[in-house]
């Protein structure tokens, strides 16, 4: 079945850059999200990346997709304190249910 | 942009009791919405999906009867939770898309529901 797998738990300094790694088993996923979720929030689209491509960059953002290997990162540049939250990767499928799979979550911590 | 928002934001409630959780889409025609159940530090797990005028599409091992979804209007979902227990106690999150198989769903921010 459809799984997506994250790693729980990245420390980093502040200025330094964070990535976050992402595993999923739907080959035929079409679309790949990152979500940020802060305490007792809802989820935000950080970005998204659509199945044909390689890479994404949006800002301090910057998406790769490893098809082949069904392995997607997000890397935050210059990462701050703000970006301290829960970040979760998910993929929808080829199906017509617009159905979203989510990983279980990657918290970041930003030591200042 | 789309905003989706949640109505309560938190609630606590009785064993026993029933609880109804709202979602709207306050500035889009939602095709279709979600519903999504938290438990702390896990990630979101999808219950059900519903489209306007139709019965919505429960996921394997949600309980139709428990977790009752009407979607009502292009821009109200609800979800009543019936006859809570301490263990439906979690944070319930709504989603919607604005037409259908849209890249993006647009989610609102949660519900925490706590049963005591």
């Known amino acids: 079945g459809e799984d997506v797998e994250q790693s729980l738990f990245l420390s980093v300094r502040e200025g330094d850059s964070s990535v976050i790694n992402c595993t999923y088993t739907?080959?035929?996923?079409?679309?790949l999200y990152w979500y940020k979720q802060e305490p007792g929030a809802g989820l935000q689209l950080l970005t998204y990346?659509?199945?044909?491509?390689d890479m994404k960059q949006d800002q301090r953002l910057t998406v790769l997709l490893n098809k082949k290997d069904k392995h997607l990162s997000l890397r935050i540049a210059d990462t701050q304190t703000g970006d301290s939250a829960i970040y979760f990767c998910a993929e929808k499928g080829s199906s017509n249910t617009g159905k979203l799979i989510f990983g279980q979550g990657t918290t970041l911590q930003v030591k200042p | 942009g789309a905003v989706v928002s949640q109505h309560p934001s938190w609630v606590i409630c009785k064993s026993g009791t029933s609880v109804k959780i709202e979602c709207r889409s306050l500035?889009?025609?939602?095709?279709?919405m979600f519903w999504y159940r938290q438990f702390p530090k896990q990630s979101l797990m999808l219950m059900a999906t519903?489209?306007?005028?139709?019965?919505?599409?429960?996921e394997q091992g949600v309980e139709k009867d428990k977790f009752l979804i009407n979607h009502a209007s292009l821009t109200l979902s609800t979800l009543t939770v019936t006859s809570a227990h301490p263990e439906d106690s979690s944070f319930y999150i709504c989603?919607?898309?604005?037409?259908?198989?849209?890249?993006?769903?647009?989610f609102g921010p949660g519900t925490r529901l706590t049963v005591t």
């Open positions: 990346i659509f199945s044909n491509m």
């Open positions: 500035d889009f025609q939602a095709t279709t």
């Open positions: 739907d080959s035929s996923s079409t679309y």
């Open positions: 989603s919607a898309e604005d037409r259908p198989h849209s890249y993006e769903q647009y």
């Open positions: 519903s489209n306007e005028g139709s019965k919505a599409t429960y």
